[in-house]
């Protein structure tokens, strides 16, 4: 009963009920997790006060006292928003309008709360120097850790641990509870999608089966590497010619393309025979493409036997 005539009296002389119908432009955010350190819970401890609120009016209602605190030790304490909306109208009147509630409230006593956006603040400090790494220009997306994690001592720290190499598209990491002696109290798993930008190469004009590709006939386009991984090619090695026909502006990728053949069909060349004491040569026509240290089928051009032969260059291949 003292409690409610002093929250009385201290409405009437800050007349927030007034200034609530003269000046709508404030908000009472309610937190979704808190932790307390005193006997009582006070709307200091779970709230967050935005807007044009005198500095007055802002102390007095975090004063406010609202219910028992939680033992020290135990679990949190969790409100639903049907029992917080009836706690602070009880407490608060028509100011009530003006909370901005979640769907629930947990309180603990003593230690500390990180909350899923210091969490997500921390996992993101964590995965950006891979990110970098990587090149080109990245994003998290979908990031996924709990709405708040509790410490039971404010002591201790999160250790975030990403098991393996960051890479475009969905990552796994390990959110660990670390107490000041390194203990590993408690562990949790999360993920996050990483977008990553960077240039590949891409046809200026459809390209056939069996093209040669050449430099002029690329330029580089940012793609999404999230969506592309290691199938898309990255513009090295070579010569490639193409397998299956790709689009102007599409990303090459690695099944689109095979080595350019050093030899063709049709091509005469030299058949080397060479043993520890014998090195023959004979004229043979090519039966089909091959790249160098490729086997490919070719015709004696004398005895029109086939032969099984490694190709050697464009002008030679060779059996053993």
């Not at 009963?1 to 009385?8: A, P």
Request: include cysteine; charge should be positive.
């Amino acid at each position: 009963m003292t409690l409610l005539i002093v929250t009385g009296a201290m409405l009437v002389a800050t007349s927030p009920a007034e200034a609530s119908k003269q000046n709508t432009n404030w908000r009472i955010k309610i937190k979704s997790a808190a932790v307390v350190h005193g006997p009582r819970v006070t709307l200091g401890d779970i709230a967050e006060f935005y807007g044009d609120l005198p500095a007055q009016t802002r102390a007095d209602l975090s004063a406010v006292e609202l219910w028992n605190a939680p033992a020290k030790g135990r679990k949190p304490v969790t409100v639903n928003r049907q029992k917080l909306q009836v706690i602070l109208q009880h407490y608060l009147g028509e100011m009530v309008r003006n909370c901005i509630l979640p769907s629930t409230l947990s309180v603990q006593f003593g230690g500390k709360v990180l909350s899923e956006e210091e969490l997500t603040r921390t996992v993101v400090k964590v995965l950006t120097p891979q990110a970098e790494k990587a090149g080109g220009n990245y994003k998290f997306r979908e990031m996924r850790v709990p709405d708040h994690l509790f410490f039971e001592d404010s002591m201790d720290s999160l250790r975030v641990v990403i098991p393996q190499a960051l890479k475009p598209g969905p990552n796994t990491f390990r959110m660990e509870v670390v107490s000041v002696d390194g203990r590993v109290l408690r562990q949790l798993s999360g993920s996050c999608f990483m977008d990553l930008w960077k240039p590949v190469p891409c046809p200026v004009r459809p390209l056939n089966r069996k093209e040669i590709i050449t430099p002029d006939l690329l330029t580089w386009k940012n793609k999404n590497m999230a969506h592309l991984g290691d199938r898309v090619w990255d513009g090295k090695g070579g010569p490639w010619r193409i397998k299956i026909p790709v689009g102007t502006g599409q990303p090459i990728m690695l099944s689109s393309i095979e080595p350019a053949p050093v030899v063709s069909k049709g091509d005469k060349l030299s058949l080397v025979f060479q043993s520890k004491h014998l090195k023959l040569t004979v004229p043979v026509e090519a039966l089909e493409d091959g790249g160098v240290g490729q086997t490919i089928t070719v015709r004696n051009l004398q005895s029109q036997r086939k032969i099984m032969a490694t190709v050697v260059n464009a002008q030679t291949v060779s059996v053993r």
